[in-house]
């Protein structure tokens, strides 16, 4: 498959223990559902008319892992359920800060972070320009100390929060034929439309 300079990407997201809900808003105003526990999609309110209705940001390969197409310029939302819902918007730039509130329909950052191993936080782009395993902190507040477990797993000493560890693979960066992935032509063409 051919990679191009697409601001559109297909990406390998694998996750550890736990319920995880995949979120995709994109122009149209469609919300896209992905349960890891169902393995099946739920589609938000349609426009009458749109000839995207078939449109599938995101499709599952197995009890771990699941492959999602995107696009620079749009917001997605990664929602982790434990307990309470936590939500995470990944966006090209999108700095996600810790520990600085809620999120809101355009936010820039967030009430956790994503880390690289070092404990630096990451955004999309730093994860997308090099294939890295990062670290989701869950729940908000001061870390005092980290200590390391099993596999660089971190945790913060005074926090009761969940930690997950996700591994974000880039697959591949402009489209020839997302077939092979299970894609449907109408996901390949809305996203080809803003190829560069």
Do not use: C
């Amino acid at each position: 498959m051919g990679i191009s300079n697409s601001r559109s990407f297909l990406a390998k997201i694998k996750f550890d223990d736990a319920d995880i809900v995949f979120f995709d808003k994109h122009p149209f105003g469609k919300n896209y559902e992905f349960r890891k526990s169902h393995i099946t999609t739920s589609h938000g309110p349609e426009k009458s008319g749109d000839a995207l209705a078939s449109y599938s940001p995101a499709r599952w390969d197995g009890p771990d892992y699941a492959y999602f197409i995107g696009h620079d310029d749009y917001t997605y939302k990664i929602q982790f359920r434990s307990g309470t819902n936590h939500s995470l918007y990944l966006g090209a730039g999108v700095k996600i800060g810790y520990p600085l509130g809620a999120f809101t329909e355009s936010n820039t950052t967030g009430s956790f972070a994503l880390f690289d191993a070092n404990l630096n936080v990451v955004t999309l782009d730093d994860i997308t320009t090099n294939n890295a395993s990062v670290y989701l902190k869950l729940n908000q507040g001061d870390f005092i100390k980290r200590q390391v477990l099993d596999d660089k797993v971190y945790t913060f000493s005074g926090q009761q929060g969940t930690l997950v560890k996700l591994n974000i693979e880039i697959v591949e960066r402009g489209f020839d034929d997302l077939a092979n992935y299970g894609f449907s032509r109408s996901a390949q063409q809305f996203l080809r439309l803003d190829s560069n």
